[in-house]
């Protein structure tokens, strides 16, 4: 449903001790799929929902009471924002590609967690870095560039291949090269198209990690467990919780990093940070995410508390539930393709006991495009994710799988 007008604000209490008790309202910036279980979550513990979103039928639009979409208003982005902070004690994000103006628009009249300030510094890869790097947080090696004479001394710099990407916009692969050679750097400087750049080192790395932590204004500071990612044209395939054994020391460094982020930058509500670890076993910041995180999907049915009820707790300031495993647990994306030989036979997926389906309410699917997921729960990670592909397959109507 899409809000027209927006009833009377709520009288609001912005000390840093405040809570957002349930009953009231709370308001996502964004309508994909991390909204709409953001909005499940919430409304499970008593939370009304509103999401602000240009797209008419999008995920968290559906789930939501209330839809304040642009596309169907003559009122501006900026005063619906606006009305929409009205009505809620508090907004918070699903999406970080948002321009950060809207959020402090939004803090005129209702908390904002995380913060403006906060999201610029996620928005903008050179300033992520940099801000990781004065605060010691070790980061990939990167070099800021402007021209394609910077992206050459770069290269010289940090060691061929090197990876550039869009300072800002970019996600799932997008807005990004790989330059192993110097005669590769005019075609992708050009292809980029952007005064505005980053060229980090190539990682020969091991593997892929995420964490998912969370902070609320008491100061309370939860993580959850390392979660093992595996990627497929730069998009996140599988992960998996816990961690393969070699990588399972790693747990309390990446734990310390990510409450020092928590606290260094005064994070209020959720955020991930995607490490890669070298083949020296070194853990390095890839980039952070101020929103749940496709990797932490896992944790609605496999820990006591999901990612997302996580988020609802420590953007109202609630007390945060230290996050406990419940089984071992593998997630698989399922992205547009499934759909090209028709339409996914549910049937094995359904059958299986151990597997839960999550479909995201998208209309057309298209290549590249994330649908849904499957968790399964098993005895340990390696053998739900084998489950998780296995099922995957299946849903290939027969005739044309294999």
């Not at 979550?41 to 999401?51: D, K, L, P, S």
């Not at 990612?229 to 054994?245: E, F, G, M, Q, Y």
Request: charged share 20%; net charge negative.
């Amino acid at each position: 449903m899409t809000a027209s007008a927006a009833s009377s604000s709520p009288s609001l209490d912005i000390s840093i001790e405040h809570c957002v008790e349930p009953g009231k309202w709370l308001g996502v910036l964004g309508g994909g799929q991390l909204g709409r279980m953001f909005t499940h979550a919430a409304q499970r513990m008593g939370y009304h929902v509103a999401v602000f979103e240009p797209e008419v039928d999008c995920p968290a639009g559906q789930a939501a009471e209330k839809h304040f979409c642009s596309t169907l208003s003559d009122v501006s982005s900026e005063q619906l924002v606006l009305e929409m902070s009205k009505l809620c004690s508090v907004i918070t994000l699903e999406f970080e590609n948002i321009p950060s103006e809207i959020l402090r628009i939004a803090g005129r009249a209702a908390r904002t967690n995380p913060s403006a300030d906060f999201l610029e510094i996620c928005q903008d890869r050179l300033k992520e870095k940099s801000s990781l790097q004065q605060a010691g947080f070790p980061t990939t090696p990167f070099q800021p560039v402007e021209n394609l004479e910077q992206v050459l001394n770069a290269g010289e710099l940090l060691g061929w291949p090197l990876v550039l990407k869009t300072a800002r916009s970019g996600y799932d692969g997008k807005g990004q090269a790989i330059v192993r050679t110097d005669d590769d750097a005019t075609k992708a400087w050009e292809l980029l198209n952007t005064p505005n750049a980053i060229a980090e080192q190539w990682i020969d790395f091991d593997a892929e990690v995420s964490m998912v932590t969370a902070r609320n204004a008491h100061g309370q500071v939860e993580c959850y467990p390392l979660f093992e990612n595996d990627h497929s044209n730069h998009v996140l395939d599988i992960t998996r919780c816990p961690v393969s054994a070699h990588l399972r020391h790693l747990e309390e460094q990446a734990t310390e990093i990510c409450r020092g982020i928590a606290t260094n930058f005064g994070v209020l509500g959720l955020f991930c940070v995607e490490f890669f670890v070298s083949s020296s076993g070194e853990l390095m910041i890839n980039e952070i995410a101020p929103r749940p995180h496709n990797s932490g999907h896992l944790t609605i049915e496999a820990f006591t508390c999901s990612q997302f009820e996580q988020q609802v707790r420590a953007v109202c300031n609630l007390p945060l539930i230290p996050p406990s495993m419940l089984r071992p647990a593998a997630m698989a994306n399922l992205m547009g393709e499934l759909w090209q030989a028709g339409p996914p036979n549910w049937q094995k997926v359904l059958a299986e006991p151990a597997a839960h389906l999550h479909l995201y309410g998208k209309s057309e699917p298209r290549v590249g495009r994330k649908m849904g997921h499957i968790t399964v729960l098993d005895e340990s990670s390696s053998e739900a994710a084998i489950t998780a592909m296995e099922l995957r397959e299946a849903l290939v109507p027969a005739e044309n799988n294999g």
